[in-house]
């Protein structure tokens, strides 16, 4: 399945940017752009993004976030950013999103009301993000 646009890295760096430029202006923007990058991005079925950025400009981007309610383009997506771990090292990082998926897929099933096709393909999912998280690259 092809995902759209906002699940290209470089488009969600570049609003990021941009969110940074316009809130905070240049000089913000100066300190935060060379080091902004997407580690992981997977709306569908994560719904998580692995943001990277320079130590001191960390919390620039996660302010930046606050003042997004969409995704750029005309996908008419709405987004709620929330932060759910900061760390100094990409492992880190990577534990905490296999940790977060892995506690809604498991409150899903423990709600009783999933049929055997859909929690086989939960399982594989957790199974899958969870491979693909752990070999991300720093």
Known sequence: QNEPDF??????????????????GLCCASKV???LSIKWASPHKTHLLIVRC???AYKSVWSAMTFLSAFPGNSGVSAI?????????????QMQAIKWH?????????????EEHVRLSLE???QSVEQTIRNLEA
């Open 7 to 24: 699940a290209n890295h470089a488009v969600i760096a570049s609003m990021l940017r941009t969110a940074v430029e316009e809130n905070f």
């Open 33 to 35: 752009n060379p080091s």
């Open 54 to 56: 320079a130590r001191d």
């Open 81 to 93: 950013w929330q932060v759910i771990h900061v760390s100094g090292t990409i492992r880190s990082c």
């Open 102 to 114: 892995r506690n809604g897929i498991l409150s899903t099933l423990e709600d009783g009301n999933v």
């Open 124 to 126: 594989e999912s957790l």
